[in-house]
């Protein structure tokens, strides 16, 4: 193998997420919530909705460009993170009065992130790729379909829903001994006829589909609940 001295490069995005919605009053009370950041939680939250505004950007380009948009953000991929405030067209430039370097793949500090960190899959990956294991359909589907209705794909996530929900059932029936396993998948199963429905007129225009977007967020929390729970049992 031939030896280089060319550099090696990498792509990098800068992106500025502006909380326009959520204006202070004073400099006083944009001290105030910056203060708020020495909670780790608190830090968190705000990357996490920084995250969701970037991936429904991303996901609205996607749609209207015609490229895949299939991976979302994670808080992994921030290479650095700042938080901070300022006047309209300072922080549409990109720059501050006064900001915050976090750490957004999170520390000793992050109890939240550390959770995260505990609960990882790193076994399970092994065990899949090794043939030990495989990967089930509702863990591949159960997070696109969550993906889909936090960036505005509601018709794709209402399509999905059905199949979704009864690969959850018929793969994990047995996959941990817990009483809050068993209840959670009773219920979905119960919510699995009116699922089908809102599956099959998922792309139909409807005034208000209200009703068919908190019954897809009940069995997509139950889903997600039952998924979660087997991966932290099994560990």
Not at 1 to 14: G, K, L
Not at 182 to 200: G, T
């Amino acid at each position: 193998m031939a030896e280089s001295d060319a550099p090696v490069t990498v792509s990098v995005a800068v992106v500025t997420v502006i909380r326009a919605d959520h204006p202070f009053d004073s400099e006083t009370a944009a001290e105030t919530w910056l203060d708020r950041l020495e909670d780790s939680d608190y830090t968190g939250e705000v990357l996490d909705d920084a995250i969701g505004t970037l991936d429904r950007a991303r996901a609205a380009d996607a749609t209207t460009s015609g490229v895949p948009f299939g991976t979302p953000t994670g808080l992994n991929d921030i290479l650095a993170a700042r938080i901070g405030y300022g006047d309209g067209e300072l922080v549409a430039s990109g720059r501050f009065t006064t900001a915050l370097d976090v750490d957004a793949r999170g520390g000793t500090g992050s109890k939240r992130r550390e959770r995260m960190t505990r609960t990882g899959t790193l076994a399970r990956t092994a065990a899949i790729l090794s043939g030990r294991e495989e990967l089930t359909a509702s863990e591949a589907l159960i997070p696109r379909i969550r993906f889909d209705l936090e960036t505005g794909n509601e018709p794709a996530a209402f399509l999905a829903i059905a199949p979704a929900a009864g690969a959850t059932i018929r793969e994990l029936e047995f996959a941990v001994e817990d009483e809050g396993h068993e209840q959670d998948l009773d219920r979905l199963e119960e919510l699995l006829p009116s699922l089908h429905e809102i599956s099959e007129r998922a792309g139909q225009v409807e005034e208000d589909r209200a009703n068919d977007r908190k019954r897809v967020i009940e069995a997509l929390e139950l889903a997600e609940r039952i998924i979660r729970r087997r991966r932290i049992l099994e560990q």
